[in-house]
Structure formats: structure tokens, C-alpha cells
Nanobody
Framework: QVQLVESGGGLVQPGGSLRLSCAASKNIFSSRHMGWYRQAPGKQRELVARITTGGNKIYVEAVKGRFTISRDNDKNTVHLQMSSLKPDDTAVYYC??????????WGQGTQVTVSS
């Protein structure tokens, strides 16, 4: 049973933009903080951005000013708008639904490749 469905990855040139989207079921979306993680080859998975149910946002330092996370409560969808992309942003990006008292829920991952 797929609970988080991601879309929007792909190949983009340095300096370009991409928007990732993650659709969730209503009961998951309304009760959990939503976030994006990424994992580059040979590296640990890291939190990129998170938006709480109340709309508060946090970002990893490396993406501040370039990435924007948002949530559409009508469509139960979280977006990650990525701009000024760099080769170091290349990774598999995973949608995450977090609740402090429950197990994390993960999406299947979407590849983002930044290359000329």
C-alpha cells in the first residue's frame, strides 16, 4: 500500500529549477509534519526541509535561499521548489511523513540529477 507518491524528479542543468511533489492520503497529511530527505551515492540520508502541520519550516543550511517547501492542505500535497540547483544537489529525494509518536512513512524516492 503506497501512502506517499512522489513526482517531479529528473535531469537539470546547473542553475536550473525543479519542483518535487508528494501526494499523501488525507489522514496522513493532516496529522504529520511533511519533509524531504535526500541521499547521494556513498552518503547518509539527510533532511533537506520540513514543514510542520502548522506551517513552520526548517531547511538544511546548504539549501537555504534556494529551496522552498510548501504544503497544499486542500490537495494533501507537499512541494519542494528547488532553484539555483548545483551538482551537489544530485541525489535521490525522499518524501517523509513524520509524527513524534509513530513510525516514519517514506516515499519511494525520486532521482534528481544536476549536470551539464
Amino acid at each position: 500500500q503506497v501512502q506517499l507518491v512522489e513526482s517531479g524528479g529528473g535531469l537539470v542543468q546547473p542553475g536550473g529549477s525543479l519542483r518535487l511533489s508528494c501526494a499523501a492520503s488525507k489522514n496522513i497529511f493532516s496529522s504529520r509534519h511533511m519533509g524531504w530527505y535526500r541521499q547521494a551515492p556513498g552518503k547518509q540520508r539527510e533532511l533537506v526541509a520540513r514543514i510542520t502541520t502548522g506551517g513552520n519550516k526548517i531547511y538544511v543550511e546548504a539549501v537555504k535561499g534556494r529551496f522552498t517547501i510548501s504544503r497544499d492542505n486542500d490537495k494533501n500535497t507537499v512541494h519542494l521548489q528547488m532553484s539555483s540547483l548545483k551538482p551537489d544537489d544530485t541525489a535521490v529525494y525522499y518524501c517523509n511523513a513524520f509524527h513524534p509518536a509513530l513510525a516514519d512513512i517514506w516515499g519511494q524516492g525520486t532521482q534528481v540529477t544536476v549536470s551539464s
